[in-house]
């Protein structure tokens, strides 16, 4: 240990690194509360975008069973109208037949 002697100035010096040290501690404390409350805030975020992003991909997978759905029921629609559309031709045609027998039979 030096024999340095303890002057007035030294002494205010010394006090004066203690204040700025004792500022910047508590500047610090601060700091480090606000980023804690900032690190909550962004956890709840994150929290609440999964939330969201796991909603929203519940409703694009249901969207996509009712969409699927309704293009099986288009598919039997358009199955039922061909049915429909074969079985008037031939209904035509049976009538278009009936109509040349008659025009053709004699009197």
Known sequence: MSNTRWTDERL??????????AFLAQKNAEASQRHDQAIDRIEKL???????IQALA??????????DALFRRMDEQQ????????????????????????????E
């Open 79 to 106: 199955a039922e109208i061909r049915g429909m559309q074969l079985e008037n031709r031939r209904i035509i045609d049976i009538l278009l037949n009936q109509s040349s027998q008659e025009d053709n039979s004699p």
């Open 12 to 21: 205010d010096q010394l006090a004066s690194i203690l204040e700025t040290t």
């Open 46 to 52: 994150v929290e609440s975008n999964a939330r969201v």
């Open 58 to 67: 519940n409703a694009s997978a249901e969207a996509k069973e009712e969409r």
